[in-house]
């Protein structure tokens, strides 16, 4: 397997949220009286089982508790071993799947104070992800800049199965925040289940869904790049987070081929579809999803046709890769230290 390098950037760690409990000091009387008077204990999706075993690598589960609660677990081991320099926070807890935008705000509100105190503040090395109310678009925004007072949170974080098409010009609001303030959007696995999981409907097993990932973010990569988006925003960059890459170069084959075809359609996509991605979008490197053979990894970034597009990620405590080999054999040193270092400091302006 390649080497890591020390000082890297781990760009997908996910702290878990105990229970829903545990937002209960960071929401207003309100809120608090809601939740207990209602009788909420959780919000947990569907998108990680709890006792899956994707969900966590058995010796990164717990034996009690929910993988990823506890930071003492998360530097024993991940930000010690992989000596880390930073590692930025993605926290997947079901706020997003509340249908009141009002309650769905406040719990991102009190979702992004938890992470701050109980993470950020707790372990330099840890940068955070700014979780929004997305059935909000003001209150998305507000969240936005509220959050980015704090320098520690370097992302949004939506996801990639919400209730629309990313693209849609609604949601611009977000990217013009985002933009403005130097905060790349994450685009992370996972859904909202507002709506099925896969584009025929809902499935019967947890299988389907999590292979259907890798057709919504396909889905929604087109809808941002025609409905125009980086027309709007040149300088907005997007992280593809878990989404794998091994579709990335056949992908923007088709949508090369189809918007050469028609064009006329969307005359504000001025760029071919790859120059677009090589200048805007990301990819996490876990879970890596292509062979195993070194030369057909090589194979795999010739097509992409750049060496930025893939940030290294450990996905922790998710179960994607074995012991320490987070990087697939075959990675030059040079391309090694491109992904762990170079390319997430390009991609997240605020990291120092």
Known sequence: MASLIACGIDC??????????????????????????????????QS??????????????????????????????????????HAICNPLYGV????????????????????AKEWLDRDARLRGSIVIPTQSI????????????????????????GDTPLGKRALWPIYEAAERLELPVGIHAGSAYHNPPTAVGWG???????????????????????????????????????SGVSWIASYLWRLHKFWRGVRMETPWV??????????N??????????????ETLIRLFEHMQSDELVLFSTDYPHWQFDAQDALPEGLSP??????????PHATYPRLT
Request: hydrophobic share 40%; proline share 8%; glycine share 2%.
């Open 12 to 45: 997908d760690v996910h702290p878990a949220v105990p229970h829903l409990t545990s937002l209960l000091p960071f929401l207003n009387d309100y809120w608090r009286d809601q939740v207990t008077t209602r009788g909420m204990v959780d919000l947990v999706s």
């Open 48 to 85: 990680y089982p709890q006792n899956s075993p994707i969900t966590a690598r058995p010796d990164w589960r717990p034996e009690t508790g929910k993988p990823g609660e506890s930071l003492e677990a998360m530097q024993r081991h991940v930000l010690d071993p992989f000596q880390l320099k």
């Open 96 to 115: 997003q799947m509340v249908f009141s935008e009002d309650m769905q705000a406040a719990f991102c509100r009190a979702l992004n104070d938890w992470l």
């Open 138 to 161: 003001e209150k998305a925004v507000a969240e936005i800049e509220r959050c980015a007072q704090d320098k520690r949170f370097v992302q949004v974080l939506m996801l990639v199965m």
């Open 204 to 242: 019967s097993y947890h299988i389907e869904d999590y292979v259907g990932q890798a057709q919504a973010f396909q889905a929604q990569l087109t809808s941002l790049i025609v409905e125009g988006v980086f027309a709007r925003y040149p300088r907005l960059k997007m992280v593809m987070l878990e």
């Open 270 to 279: 001025d760029r071919a579809p790859l120059e677009i991605v090589r200048s």
């Open 281 to 294: 979008i990301r990819f996490s490197l876990q879970p890596f999803d292509a062979p195993p053979e070194p």
């Open 334 to 343: 040079d391309l090694v230290r491109k992904i762990m270092i170079d390319n």
